[in-house]
């Protein structure tokens, strides 16, 4: 009997290798080559030799050319998608209006994040809509699901005393509510089949495994052929499928690339363990728009949604203080207006510490080389702290001009109007470059009750919405224009000791 072939394959990146190396030489991670028994060469040859005789009979073929199955573009028929809601506005904005029959939607996040309790709260929101929601748990029991409902009160009858149930007591989700503690992908086929659910919940696809292959549950060939063979199930039966997929220490869901290739959309659960809101965060979506987010807070209950995620990112703007700066940044199509803080402070060691909370890094380290070459402020040598209010990640250059505002009111202790949003992007020569979707941020500020907003000359806007405009080329115009002198409170020693050094640069 021969001996089976095996490959080598990387779980981080799918590359292969004949034998095994402590370095994948594909993407040059260590340890992440596993062992794959591959099928025998006999019908791959065989299919490679049928393919070589229909490029050698087509070759010699003197017909008419007329496609076999291919349509032209005027054939094919307009059809609507039919979306239906999940009952989370926040899940459905993220989807792109609502979930597509027959989609495949892939959610990673972090341990304990919130991706199991997320799902189990949609499939009882649409068991109250729709008939036969399959919740497949590959990781816990039929019991330990179920008294995970009670805590969060969301089953029928049994709920917790003094809490209400997220669920209307009008319908009853028991005869529509099916769960399958199972980790054999064939007997989830079989129920798939016998059952035809409209939304099936997998939780999570690393733990399942086909039979017929020989490498353990999570490897790169299980993962792939599970998913491969949930995607042609979810297509055939129109079967809306969400999938829960683990995530490796550096943040990136766990198994091959393939993986996210394979489903139509690719969800991020995200959030910091000590604060209370996830945010849900599209990183692939074939039927909607990329980088939109869903703001969930986590409560005694379970997740709700937040009504109004501006105000989450904000801070008590009638108690100011130096080194705040408001800016309004854009997720999608949503904008969100958070606070900056920003401390500037003399350094006890030898080089100064640089340091960021939610603000890109090298960011900040190009905006304290700008306001230091072009505006004359000397923050070489002092330590410099950004943070964002809320935990929430603001990457985008429209940021950068919230940035240098704060910074250089902490370093010269003022404060900056509360009333005041700054939008731009700050460029190397000093000057503020416009945005994009400037009419949607306006608008958010100004139902948040701001009075001005300083953005760039030449930004294209068709109406102020109220606000006071304040159109600025350079930053120096921007510091002039956010830290007014009137604003100016009692300076420290240190702050003293360095006013003579940025006189040229005073706002005032």
């Excluded at 402590?22 to 006999?42: H, N, S, V």
């Excluded at 070759?59 to 979306?83: C, N, V, W």
């Excluded at 997220?166 to 064939?186: A, C, G, H, R």
């Excluded at 109007?417 to 939008?423: A, E, G, M, N």
Aim: net charge neutral.
């Amino acid at each position: 009997m021969a001996k089976p072939k095996t490959s080598y394959v990387c779980h981080a990146c799918g590359a292969d290798s004949l034998q095994w190396l402590g370095k994948c030489p594909g993407c040059g991670t260590y340890g992440t080559l596993q062992e794959q028994i591959l099928e025998a060469p006999a019908a791959t040859s065989n299919s490679r030799q049928a393919v070589q005789a229909s490029l050698r009979t087509a070759k010699k073929s003197t017909k008419e050319p007329t496609p076999h199955t291919a349509l032209r573009f005027s054939q094919i028929t307009e059809e609507d998608q039919g979306r239906f809601p999940s009952g989370y506005g926040e899940l459905d904005r993220v989807l792109g209006g609502g979930i597509v029959p027959g989609a495949l939607i892939l959610i990673g996040g972090d341990p304990g994040i919130g991706k199991s309790t997320l799902l189990l709260q949609v499939a009882f929101q649409l068991a109250q809509r729709l008939p036969r929601i399959l919740y497949v748990s590959a990781e816990e029991s039929a019991q330990q699901i179920k008294l995970r409902a009670t805590r969060l009160g969301i089953t029928q009858p049994t709920q917790i005393s003094g809490q209400p149930s997220i669920l209307s007591p009008k319908i009853d989700t028991d005869s529509q509510l099916y769960v399958l503690p199972e980790t054999n992908l064939e007997e989830i086929l079989r129920e798939l089949d016998s059952l035809r659910p409209q939304v099936a919940v997998i939780d999570s696809i690393q733990n399942l495994y086909f039979p017929i292959l020989n490498s353990a549950p999570g490897s790169v060939a299980q993962v792939r052929e599970c998913t491969g063979t949930l995607m042609q199930v979810a297509k055939r039966d129109n079967i809306s499928l969400f999938i829960v997929g683990h995530v490796t220490k550096e943040g990136a869901i766990a198994g091959p690339k393939v993986l996210e290739h394979l489903v139509d959309t690719v969800l991020y659960f995200q959030g910091d363990r000590y604060a209370s809101h996830r945010l849900l965060r599209s990183v692939k979506n074939r039927f909607g728009a990329t980088q939109e987010i869903g703001i969930f807070e986590m409560v005694e209950s379970g997740l709700q949604e937040v009504a109004n995620p501006s105000q989450l990112f904000l801070g008590n703007r009638e108690d100011a203080s130096p080194g705040t700066a408001t800016v309004v940044a854009c997720e999608g199509t949503r904008p969100l207006v958070v606070e900056l803080q920003a401390l500037v402070s003399p350094t006890s060691y030898p080089s100064p510490r640089r340091s960021t909370t939610g603000v890109d890094y090298n960011r900040l380290q190009q905006i304290l080389a700008v306001l230091e070459k072009r505006v004359g402020i000397p923050l070489s040598k002092l330590d410099a702290y950004v943070a964002a209010a809320g935990g929430i990640e603001v990457e985008e250059p429209a940021a950068d001009l919230g940035i240098a505002v704060a910074l250089v009111a902490s370093f010269r202790d003022r404060i900056v109007d509360p009333r005041t949003v700054l939008i731009g992007e700050v460029g190397l020569g000093g000057q503020v470059r416009s945005v994009s979707q400037m009419d949607l941020r306006l608008r958010e500020a100004a139902k948040l009750g701001f009075q001005r907003a300083i953005i760039p000359k030449g930004a294209s806007t068709s109406e102020t919405f109220g606000l006071e405009i304040i159109a600025v080329g350079k930053v120096i115009e921007a510091i002039v224009a956010a830290l007014p002198s009137q604003a100016k409170v009692e300076p420290t020693t240190s702050a003293t000791q360095t006013e003579s050094a940025t006189s040229q640069s005073r706002p005032d």
